[in-house]
């Protein structure tokens, strides 16, 4: 049954690839929503499977408007579990070759100047112990680039003051190194000595270097909240995201000449492509500045 051969997929993506929660959760919206369609034909079994059965379901997903990004996800997921299938001489088709990807236009990021970050940076009021910690929780972000969800399961533990690098474990539970500048060390040692064991409550186990109110783990939802409220407070009127640091730390280190395997290993991207979209970001900010400042830039009809 395809629905077996699906749980087995998830299996094993959660036991021996040991993915993110996410991505687990993605991939198998993605395979309930294919095996539904293939019910509706009443294809039950993976050998009763065509090649026009694959193209019929990517049709489906176009004609009920789901965007390319979406369609290439759903792709991604099916590839992999058809390649598994192979893998597990279940069929001897590879079906994921039937697959014909979108053509997706990427998005350029969000970005702060560095003058935006310099004023957002300085909107907590430090002498406040939550203030202390919100200082030290956007100077950390911007430091090293970390993912939102990294920085809230940071521990104490993983600071290592005195070769000033941080232990960041990323999607997939995957382990990397990012060194942290002695700014952000110091209000980080700051905020731990002084603030958070205001915040922790008594007789609380948890070992998060940042804690809300309550003294509890700060949610997602909660600091994305902090940051919607101190970048009202620094005039920012660019859309803000908690993700928009992590990009405009990235921009800021290509903009500076970082080596971009450099930037990819601190962002914990598997693959240099997702980088190097802030070579684009970078080239036109270079783009935007020269046309904005260079006297002979423009044709004068077109200043008109």
Known sequence: ????????????????????????????RDLKQFTDFLAALDIKEVKQLTKQNILEYMNHLKQNGRRPTTISRNITTLRNFFRFLVREKVIEIDYSKYFEVPHIYKKLPEVLSITEINNLLSAPDHSTSLGLRDKAMFELLYASG??????????????????????????????????????????????????????????S???LMFLNRDGHALSRQGFWKIIKHYAKIACIT???SPHVIRHSFATHLLENDADLRAVQEML?????????????????????????????????????
């Not at 036109?284 to 400042?293: E, N, W």
Request: with cysteine; proline share 2%; charged share 30%.
């Open 238 to 240: 660019k859309k803000i």
């Open 205 to 207: 186990r948890t070992s």
């Open 146 to 203: 970390l993912r939102v969800s990294e920085l809230l399961s940071t521990e104490s533990a993983d600071l290592n003051f005195e070769l000033g690098y941080l232990r960041v474990y990323g999607k997939g539970s995957k382990e990397r190194i990012v060194p942290v500048g002695s700014i952000a060390l110091e209000w980080c040692r700051k905020y731990i000595n002084e603030s958070r064991p205001q915040l922790a409550v008594e007789n």
């Open 1 to 28: 049954m395809i629905d077996h051969l699906a749980d087995n997929f998830i299996n094993y993506i959660t036991v021996e690839k040991g993915l993110s929660n996410n991505t687990i959760e993605s991939y198998s």
């Open 268 to 304: 914990g991207h598997s693959d240099i492509s997702t980088t190097q979209i802030y070579t684009h970001v970078s080239n036109k900010m270079l783009r935007d500045v020269y046309k904005r400042t260079h006297p002979r830039a423009e044709l004068e009809d077109e200043k008109k």
